[in-house]
């Protein structure tokens, strides 16, 4: 099992820049695809970015099309983290960010708590 904390979620005005954080407390880090979705108010959660574990298969990072070229995803195995980097942030981007692990064995999901992104126009 593995329980997720996200971070770094806050107020910025469009065209801004914010960067969530996710620790993830558990063993075997690497085998969890780590991922970000998120939730805007009266609208289904919705995935953002996914950072596939390369332990066993050689996998790129995968974006949402109304994020590609804006935001950017990086893991890092050593600390249990994955971050999301989101440049040129847009009011559309204004929605609870929630840290995603699944199992690729068991394919079983973990979720964070969730941190709000306000974009302000």
């Known amino acids: 099992q593995v329980q997720l904390v996200e971070s770094g979620g806050g107020l910025v005005q469009a065209g801004g820049s914010l960067r969530l954080s996710c620790v993830a407390s558990?063993?075997?880090?690497?085998?969890?695809?780590m991922g970000w979705y998120r939730q805007a108010p009266g609208k289904e959660r919705e995935f953002v970015a996914t950072s596939p574990t390369s332990s066993w298969s050689v996998r790129t990072p995968d974006y949402a099309d109304s994020v590609k070229g804006r935001f950017t995803i990086s893991r890092d195995n050593a600390k249990n983290t994955v971050e999301l980097q989101m440049y040129s942030l847009k009011p559309e981007d204004t929605a609870i960010y929630y840290c995603?692990?699944?199992?690729?064995?068991?394919?079983?999901?973990?979720w964070g708590q969730g941190t709000q992104v306000t974009v302000s126009s």
């Open positions: 995603n692990a699944r199992n690729i064995f068991s394919q079983i999901n973990y």
């Open positions: 558990g063993r075997a880090f690497s085998s969890y695809d």
